[in-house]
C-alpha cells in the first residue's frame, strides 16, 4: 500500500499530524508513507521513522530575493508529476479546519481513494473515505487530525508526537551556554499574531528574575531577519531591545537566532523548559517533550494548547498576551519546575 498524508500549513498543524503519522505505521508496517508538505514545515519531518518520504515544495511567499517564480513552480509540477507516477492508494488530506483543501490536487494525483473530512457539502462527496468535519473547538487539533485514523481501521487514543532533532543542531546550542547553570530555559519571543507578542521589557524582566531565583541561564531565541524581504522582518531589534535591557554582560541571557527551523528544534531539546507563547514553538517543543510555560493571547486554549506534556497556561483576561504580568509567568513556572515529571498536562488559566 501507498499512502500519502498532505499536510500544508503551520509549523504546529504538522507537529499535531505526527500522531497520525506514526499509527498509520504501526497499522501498515510494510506500507509505503510518505507526506506532502511545504518548504517551511518541511524540517518537522526531518528524520521521522514512520516516513518512506517527504515531498516538499516552496510557497511564492516563501522565495527569497533573486529566487525565481517560474522556476520554483517548475520544480513544484515536477514533483506533483512523480507522485502521480507513483500510483498512489490513499491520498490523505489531514487539515480539519477546511474540509476539502487540496482536493483538486488530490484528485489529479489518481490515487486509487482520497480520504478526508466531510463538511456536508457537495465537494465533499468526491472523497472515497471520509469521516465527519469535527466542530471547530471540538477538542485539541491532535484529536481532530486523529479522527481520519479510523478510516484505516485504527482504534484508540492517539499516540505521542514525533519530533527528532539533529543531534549537531542541540550540541551547538547547548555549546552556547557558558559555566553550566542550575537550569537551562528557553525564551522564545518572536510570535505571528500580535495578539501573541510579550513585550521585550518583560522578557527581560523575566530573563533576570529566572537567574536570580533559579540560577538559570536563559536562551532567547527569536526569528531573525531576512534582509529588506518585506515578508520576514524578523525580530532582531526586540531581541537587541532584551539584551539591552538584561545587560550585555549578564551571563542571565544567552542569544541565539534560529534563522533555520532546525537551529530552533536543536535549541529548544537543548534545554529543561520552555516559554514562549502560543505557536509553532511551543508545539515543537511538546513534541520534544518539554514542559512549557504557554502564553495565549485570542487562540483557543481547547484546540492548541500543549499536548502530552506538562504545560500552564498564562493568558489574560483581555486575551492579549501583551497584559501578561511577569510575576503570572514566574508562578507558572515555578509549578512545572518544581514538579517536572508531571505529564499530566494540567493547563491553568491565570
Given at each position: 500500500?501507498?499512502?500519502?498524508?498532505?499536510?500544508?500549513?503551520?509549523?504546529?498543524?504538522?507537529?499535531?499530524?505526527?500522531?497520525?503519522?506514526?499509527?498509520?505505521?504501526?497499522?501498515?508496517?510494510?506500507?509505503?508513507?510518505?507526506?506532502?508538505?511545504?518548504?517551511?514545515?518541511?524540517?518537522?519531518?526531518?528524520?521521522?521513522?514512520?516516513?518512506?518520504?517527504?515531498?516538499?515544495?516552496?510557497?511564492?511567499?516563501?522565495?527569497?530575493?533573486?529566487?525565481?517564480?517560474?522556476?520554483?513552480?517548475?520544480?513544484?509540477?515536477?514533483?506533483?508529476?512523480?507522485?502521480?507516477?507513483m500510483q498512489l492508494d490513499v491520498v490523505v488530506l489531514a487539515?480539519?479546519?477546511?474540509?476539502?483543501?487540496?482536493?483538486?490536487?488530490?484528485?489529479?494525483?489518481?490515487?486509487?481513494?482520497?480520504?478526508?473530512?466531510?463538511?456536508?457539502?457537495?465537494?465533499?462527496?468526491?472523497?472515497?473515505?471520509?469521516?465527519?468535519?469535527?466542530?471547530?473547538?471540538?477538542?485539541?487539533?491532535?484529536?481532530?487530525?486523529?479522527?481520519?485514523?479510523?478510516?484505516?481501521?485504527?482504534?484508540?487514543?492517539?499516540?505521542?508526537?514525533?519530533?527528532?532533532?539533529?543531534?549537531?543542531?542541540?550540541?551547538?546550542?547547548?555549546?552556547?551556554?557558558?559555566?553550566?547553570?542550575?537550569?537551562?530555559?528557553?525564551?522564545?519571543?518572536?510570535?505571528?499574531?500580535?495578539?501573541?507578542?510579550?513585550?521585550?521589557?518583560?522578557?527581560?524582566?523575566?530573563?533576570?528574575?529566572?537567574?536570580?531565583?533559579?540560577?538559570?541561564?536563559?536562551?532567547?531565541?527569536?526569528?531573525?531577519?531576512?534582509?529588506?524581504?518585506?515578508?520576514?522582518?524578523?525580530?532582531?531589534e526586540k531581541a537587541a531591545e532584551v539584551m539591552r535591557a538584561?545587560?550585555?554582560?549578564?551571563?542571565?541571557?544567552?542569544?541565539?537566532?534560529?534563522?533555520?527551523?532546525?537551529?530552533?528544534?536543536?535549541?529548544?531539546?537543548?534545554?529543561?523548559?520552555?516559554?514562549?507563547?502560543?505557536?509553532?514553538?511551543?508545539?515543537?517543543?511538546?513534541?520534544?517533550?518539554?514542559?512549557?510555560?504557554?502564553?495565549?493571547?485570542?487562540?483557543?486554549?481547547?484546540?492548541?494548547?500543549?499536548?502530552?506534556?506538562?504545560?500552564?497556561?498564562?493568558?489574560?483576561?483581555?486575551?492579549?498576551?501583551?497584559?501578561?504580568?511577569?510575576?503570572?509567568?514566574?508562578?507558572?513556572?515555578?509549578?512545572?519546575?518544581?514538579?517536572?515529571?508531571?505529564?499530566?498536562?494540567?493547563?491553568?488559566?491565570?
Amino acid at each position: 500500500m501507498k499512502i500519502l498524508v498532505v499536510r500544508r500549513d503551520n509549523i504546529g498543524d504538522l507537529i499535531c499530524t505526527t500522531p497520525l503519522l506514526a499509527a498509520l505505521r504501526r497499522r501498515h508496517p510494510e506500507a509505503w508513507i510518505g507526506a506532502l508538505v511545504n518548504s517551511y514545515n518541511a524540517p518537522v519531518l526531518e528524520r521521522n521513522p514512520d516516513l518512506d518520504a517527504v515531498f516538499a515544495y516552496q510557497k511564492l511567499k516563501h522565495l527569497e530575493r533573486g529566487e525565481s517564480a517560474l522556476a520554483s513552480l517548475a520544480k513544484r509540477a515536477g514533483m506533483l508529476w512523480q507522485l502521480r507516477q507513483m500510483q498512489l492508494d490513499v491520498v490523505v488530506l489531514a487539515t480539519p479546519g477546511r474540509a476539502t483543501r487540496g482536493l483538486t490536487l488530490a484528485s489529479w494525483l489518481k490515487p486509487g481513494k482520497i480520504a478526508g473530512f466531510d463538511d456536508g457539502s457537495a465537494r465533499a462527496s468526491a472523497l472515497d473515505l471520509r469521516v465527519a468535519l469535527p466542530p471547530h473547538d471540538a477538542g485539541h487539533e491532535v484529536e481532530q487530525v486523529f479522527a481520519l485514523a479510523g478510516l484505516f481501521g485504527i482504534d484508540g487514543s492517539p499516540p505521542a508526537l514525533v519530533l527528532v532533532p539533529d543531534p549537531r543542531e542541540v550540541e551547538n546550542a547547548r555549546a552556547l551556554f557558558t559555566a553550566p547553570p542550575a537550569r537551562r530555559i528557553a525564551l522564545h519571543i518572536s510570535a505571528r499574531r500580535r495578539a501573541q507578542r510579550w513585550p521585550a521589557a518583560r522578557c527581560a524582566e523575566l530573563i533576570r528574575r529566572l537567574a536570580s531565583d533559579y540560577g538559570a541561564q536563559t536562551m532567547l531565541l527569536w526569528s531573525p531577519g531576512q534582509g529588506d524581504h518585506p515578508q520576514h522582518p524578523g525580530d532582531d531589534e526586540k531581541a537587541a531591545e532584551v539584551m539591552r535591557a538584561v545587560g550585555a554582560d549578564d551571563a542571565a541571557a544567552v542569544p541565539y537566532p534560529t534563522a533555520r527551523l532546525s537551529n530552533l528544534i536543536g535549541a529548544l531539546a537543548a534545554c529543561d523548559e520552555v516559554i514562549c507563547s502560543d505557536g509553532g514553538a511551543m508545539h515543537l517543543a511538546a513534541a520534544l517533550g518539554k514542559p512549557v510555560v504557554a502564553l495565549f493571547g485570542d487562540s483557543s486554549v481547547e484546540r492548541w494548547r500543549p499536548w502530552g506534556v506538562a504545560h500552564r497556561i498564562v493568558r489574560p483576561e483581555s486575551r492579549d498576551v501583551a497584559g501578561v504580568p511577569v510575576a503570572d509567568v514566574l508562578a507558572a513556572y515555578a509549578e512545572i519546575a518544581s514538579n517536572t515529571g508531571d505529564q499530566s498536562g494540567l493547563a491553568r488559566n491565570r
